[in-house]
């Protein structure tokens, strides 16, 4: 797709809707090294801290994008038309320790303009971050019965927030007029 620079601090749009009913794809590594892993995400936000503008994502020690993401300072958040979901809940359901996931999707990876994390040529929507801070959710800190039913294993996520570099998309539908 062709799309415009939208300067991080002009990134707006529906975010609660793109999260949980859109998804994005997440993806972590080297894109010139040929060594980066995706996976579909829909929870995290968007927002400033530090006075930065912010990604927060969350990623589970047993998903094989936590190596990745652990490893590189930086990360890719994409987002699809809707034609795209197939592919999304492929890369979700899949791990990249099994194989190249990427090659049984429709997607086709291309380099990130600030970071070392591919975006993809599909992406109607393509945000760039360098991770600023992480820290483990800890089941004590739970305010709200509601959360706790989401680990049924224990598997509690690792909550990574990254600084929004570039933003590229559809100027009417995600920068501020």
């Known amino acids: 797709m062709n799309l415009s620079t939208i300067d991080p601090k002009m990134f707006t749009g529906k975010f609660y809707e793109i999260w949980n009913s859109g998804w994005f794809l997440l993806t972590s590594g080297d894109y010139q090294a040929g060594r980066y892993?995706?996976?579909?995400?829909?929870?995290?936000?968007?927002?400033?801290?530090?006075?930065?503008?912010?990604?927060?994502?969350?990623?589970?020690?047993s998903r094989y994008t936590f190596e990745f993401i652990n490893r590189h300072d930086s990360?890719?958040?994409?987002?699809?038309?809707?034609?795209?979901?197939?592919?999304?809940?492929?890369?979700?359901?899949?791990?990249?320790?099994?194989?190249?996931?990427?090659?049984?999707?429709?997607?086709?990876?291309?380099?990130?303009?600030?970071?070392?994390?591919?975006v993809f040529e599909q992406a109607e929507l393509a945000i760039e971050c360098r991770r600023v801070y992480w820290q483990d959710l800890a089941p004590e800190h739970f305010q709200d019965a509601r959360i706790?039913?989401?680990?049924?294993?224990?598997?509690?996520?690792?909550?990574?927030?990254?600084?929004?570099?570039?933003?590229?998309?559809?100027?009417?539908k995600f920068a501020a007029q």
């Open 37 to 61: 892993n995706c996976m579909t995400v829909s929870w995290g936000s968007f927002g400033c801290l530090w006075n930065l503008p912010v990604a927060m994502v969350v990623v589970r020690p």
């Open 75 to 118: 990360f890719t958040l994409c987002a699809f038309p809707e034609k795209y979901r197939k592919d999304l809940t492929y890369l979700g359901t899949h791990s990249g320790r099994d194989g190249d996931k990427i090659a049984h999707s429709d997607l086709v990876p291309r380099a990130a303009r600030q970071v070392a994390a591919p």
């Open 148 to 172: 706790q039913p989401h680990y049924p294993q224990g598997d509690y996520h690792r909550m990574l927030v990254g600084e929004i570099l570039a933003v590229s998309g559809d100027m009417d």
